[in-house]
């Protein structure tokens, strides 16, 4: 398969928990991005990763939240002591990058979380 | 970026072209027009974009309007499978950093 992987597919945990989603992006692809979509709305962004460097991170991203990307390939999002508000699909997307020019984004199918 | 106005759904029969149509009255001459869709629980898929110019690929075409301040998204033969939410972005040359998704139109494909 040579798109984008999400893991896991779904997550339910209790309200106070940690839990990590993973995402592997198309191999040869610089670029990694994470979006938060919840019902009936477009998806919204969260952050996004040049190769291991995080550039940009939308107000969205509290501090509760944390994402990596240590070697530059696949990327981790954590959410610290969850809230209900929380529960929504997590989505990651990936693109190549070249000077200055950029494919479009190709994104996985997501992880649903729900907070229970 | 500038925003997109859709219409939040649209019904379609099945074999007939859906025409899907995207206002964006503040765009300005560095961004370009995207359409992606989303077929539920899955990620966003890409669909096509341009910039002036009208584009066609094996999915859809994109017609833009000279003023540039409205376009329309045409499926030529829509089928069952064209379900989705169907989403209108428009994005600048200078920042690929993000996209701002709207709500999107549901487009319903009828029997």
């Known amino acids: 398969d040579t798109g984008v992987s999400q893991d896991p597919r779904h997550k339910i945990t209790k309200r106070g928990q940690n839990v990590t989603f993973r995402c592997d992006p198309i191999?040869?692809?610089?670029?990694l991005y994470w979006y938060r979509q919840t019902l009936g709305q477009g998806p919204e962004f969260l952050t996004y990763?040049?190769?291991?460097?995080?550039?940009?991170k939308s107000r969205l991203l509290s501090d509760r939240f944390s994402a990596e990307r240590p070697k530059g390939s696949f990327s981790t999002l954590e959410i610290q002591r969850t809230e209900q508000g929380d529960s929504a699909m997590y989505l990651c997307?990936?693109?190549?990058?070249?000077?200055?020019?950029?494919?479009?984004?190709?994104f996985g199918s997501g992880t649903r979380l729900t907070v229970v | 970026d500038a925003k997109t106005t859709q219409p939040p759904s649209m019904d379609c029969a099945e074999g007939r072209a859906a025409n899907l149509p995207c206002n964006h009255s503040?765009?300005?001459?560095?961004?370009?027009v995207y359409w992606y869709r989303q077929i539920h629980s899955q990620g966003p898929q890409y669909i096509i974009h341009?910039?002036?110019n009208n584009e066609t690929n094996e999915m859809a075409s994109l017609i833009i309007t000279e003023d540039r301040k409205s376009s329309t998204l045409i499926l030529p033969h829509a089928t069952l499978r064209d379900t989705a939410v169907y989403y209108c972005?428009?994005?600048?040359?200078?920042?690929?950093?993000?996209?701002?998704f709207g709500s999107g139109t549901k487009l319903n494909v009828k029997p």
């Open positions: 191999s040869e692809h610089n670029r």
């Open positions: 503040t765009i300005s001459g560095n961004e370009y």
């Open positions: 341009g910039l002036k």
């Open positions: 972005i428009v994005r600048s040359l200078y920042n690929f950093n993000k996209f701002y």
């Open positions: 997307a990936s693109s190549l990058e070249y000077k200055g020019d950029q494919d479009c984004y190709t």
């Open positions: 990763f040049q190769n291991e460097a995080q550039l940009e």
